[in-house]
């Protein structure tokens, strides 16, 4: 199975291509240079050619093209993934949606809307027409798209009080479309829609989303200062616990984080000050400024609507999830993040703490789980290499530390470890050529993978010296 | 300390008062009658005169004319308690808010009332203006005032998403008018709340009340039957276990309640059925049928957007929380409740529902409490006396159930036997004559008192047989 680009370019040449070699290098790239495994593995990765379909019709016609000469297609939206999700293992043809951007409906708690649309515009018109907003965005929200996020996210600010996107109820309805010869338009609620959230494109491409809402409060964004880490950590868990103080983020950020990456907050904190990052519901701060004061540490440094900084920082969820090592990576750029679950185990958070203290800095995001919390870690990771990471993510596992491991490009890898059954079972049926974003879920291509050490995909384009 | 009712009386002879012995008979009166215990020590009490003040400056006028001459003022809103929270033990004044009913601001997320306001009033014009309602209401909503919620309730409808009524962040601010020689008007927020919030009246007047709102949903109402009560109560925590489906309701009904004693639901249950009350929202009625159809058993036997019988069953809420009791007894009159917290311990509710299956029906709510989530029950209990009910309790607590004791018409009876410090310490300041609700607090009384058997206020009206 031999793909001919060639012959698929031609047969889609009316739709909107980009030509530009550099256009085409930079749309296949994603966030993936967060980590320094992944940047050596997957830098040079390229789409043969670039379409950006305007409609499902113009998706239909790239799928059929791109299924007839056995092309592969790689969904991309906003690019802001960092597991390297959207980026063309095999080459082939790079879809980007983000001209398919139109809301279609908005409703009393949900929107319906094209999968291109970046998520700060949607909330912008959201809030403006209805007063709501998603329960959930990426820190990235400015420039990624709704379909990225459902396609491979799994919570962000929001995740405080709604849980993770894939908890029931957080995603109500998408529409995907297959890679078969003839492609079909299938709707997914309920069960289904696990089949094709957070599975990168490698089954369906998502046409339309049904989404959710919530209220759009004027959020008060908060610095809180503590003496330390673990004072911190256990207000943001008291906060996120608190079932009548309605909040949208709770991070915390070990010392010397504020001060030494974030830039205009430096002035404000010492190198030894830890961090808590929130943002509370007016009409929830009674309740916020009664439990702060229920702790004997904790000072508020910043306050969106009341202290005001010479230099405003920008909102505070730009300070969380991933924008905490996007930041690091601007003053330090060989620094990298693991990601890691705590459950809502607090002394296992001050173990790892103390443990990992010189490959670390930590930074936790709280969120909802179950009937509980549980503490999502994001800590910057000081510069290593694979088999220094490797090493550090096998001490977090022998801690009983669950690793999301983020320098892997596989389903598998950045999750659990283990076939999704029912990813898997819809790509037999959606992709039966195995073209959609091929590589990047193991259990297709090779189902008795080890995972004694990293995958890799035999079918990846071949690095530039490896090619000479 | 004698008081002089007749000349208070007379000094506030301009306002509204009520004359008619059969009015003031009836409005000395509450919901005390969901208690045999309360019934037998309570049935003769009457206010010696009903005041019904239109503004904070008539019920200052009120609290000064009786401060001065020495007597009791109870207060009462829509007089829907059932601890006998609104009646005057000692007699004395009764003073009726419902006159004060205006709403005074809605904003984005918050609404400043009167304390008389009918909470069904209110929410509907928050609805029809805002778009908002509040956050939890007490089943007996279309009776029940804002302020006797606050002064007499604990949660409600509402509670299985936003935790309970003295949870941080669901009251913002509470204007109090002390009763001194010359009355304070006192604006309480934070911790302060917690001096008069659940406090009966005891040690202020409330004259203003600012609440956090909720999106008003249209939200849809469902009967859930199970097979087995574990199933249904099973079921019940692990709906509102997920964060992604926004709920409002979750009861659960031990078989034959619903087909003994919920008359349009009758017809559509069989005696040994177990059913689910609940609410879920529009927007969440994916997520509950992907949760429901997790289960094995749980049959969706009405649906408010959808199933339809013939005889409309009404709001799903009012077989809910203190509904669920008062349906009961308009069948068989003699019947009376407990209130119970198991926490999130679903075995232990078994063992209740076995051990005591001869002596009460269950009948849970599912609240948020905390990180987690607690199961509050308000059993259905056959008819015994004060011993037998006393038994009951003392066997409920021996399995390590908390009771709030419903048959004892005092604060601490009917909480955790123990002073309020922050109400008892408010109360020396702002009821330094101890005018206000006399009797409701032992450790104002008696702050030795053991609680080894139920507390008898000693200035209690002596019962009609005993003055005889």
């Not at 991309?76 to 949606?97: D, K």
């Not at 709280?366 to 490797?390: C, N, Q, T, W, Y």
């Not at 320098?407 to 283990?418: F, S």
Request: proline share 5%; hydrophobic share 40%; with cysteine.
């Amino acid at each position: 199975m031999k793909p001919n680009v060639a012959a698929a370019k031609a047969e889609l040449s009316h739709l909107d291509m980009d030509e530009s070699p550099a256009t085409i290098r930079n749309k296949s790239r994603d966030f993936f240079w967060y980590s320094p495994v992944l940047k050596a593995e997957m830098d040079h990765l390229e789409a043969d050619f670039v379409v950006n379909p305007k409609s499902e019709d113009e998706i239909i016609e790239v799928l059929k093209a791109c299924y007839k000469h056995d092309v592969p297609v790689t969904m991309r939206g906003g690019g802001t993934g960092n597991y390297g999700q959207a980026m063309p293992l095999a080459g082939g043809c790079v879809m980007h949606v983000t001209g398919m951007n139109k809301i279609k409906e908005i409703g009393l708690g949900y929107v319906v809307a094209e999968p291109g649309i970046i998520i700060k515009e949607l909330d912008t018109e959201l809030k403006e027409k209805s007063g709501q907003e998603l329960r959930m965005v990426p820190s990235t929200y400015s420039q990624a798209s709704l379909g990225g996020f459902i396609a491979g996210g799994s919570g962000g600010v929001g995740s405080a009080n709604w849980g993770a996107l894939r908890d029931l109820g957080n995603i109500n309805r998408l529409r995907v479309v297959t890679m078969e010869e003839e492609p079909r338009v299938l709707d997914f609620t309920g069960e289904e829609l696990h089949r094709v959230s957070h599975a990168y494109g490698t089954n369906g491409i998502i046409t339309e989303i049904e989404m959710p809402l919530a209220p759009a409060y004027d959020w008060v964004d908060l610095f809180v200062r503590f003496d330390t880490f673990r004072a911190a950590t256990e207000f943001a868990g008291a906060l996120a616990a608190e079932p009548g103080i309605l909040i949208k983020l709770a991070s915390v950020y070990a010392a010397p984080i504020a001060h030494k990456y974030f830039q205009r907050v430096k002035a404000h904190v010492s190198e030894s000050d830890h961090l808590c990052g929130v943002m509370v519901a007016p009409h929830s701060m009674d309740g916020f400024k009664t439990l702060l004061d229920r702790f004997d540490e904790g000072e508020v440094i910043y306050r969106s609507d009341d202290v005001k900084w010479d230099r405003h920082p920008g909102p505070v969820f730009e300070y969380g999830w991933n924008h905490t090592t996007l930041r690091a990576l601007k003053f330090e750029k060989d620094l990298t993040y693991l990601q890691v679950r705590y459950g809502d185990d607090i002394e296992k958070i001050m173990e790892a703490y103390e443990t990992f203290s010189n490959d670390l800095y930590m930074h936790l995001e709280v969120m909802r789980e179950g009937a509980g919390l549980s503490f999502a870690g994001l800590p910057i990771v000081k510069p290593l290499d694979k088999a220094g990471l490797d090493k550090l993510v096998a001490a977090h596992e022998k801690m009983g530390c669950l690793i999301f491991n983020p320098h892997r490009y596989t389903l598998e890898e950045g999750g659990r470890q283990a076939a999704d059954q029912r990813q898997l079972d819809f790509k037999r049926e959606a992709d039966p050529k195995g073209l959609l974003n091929p590589g990047k879920m193991i259990t297709w291509d090779e189902p008795d993978f080890d995972y004694s050490d990293m995958y890799s995909y035999a079918g990846i384009l071949p690095k530039p010296e490896a090619a000479e």
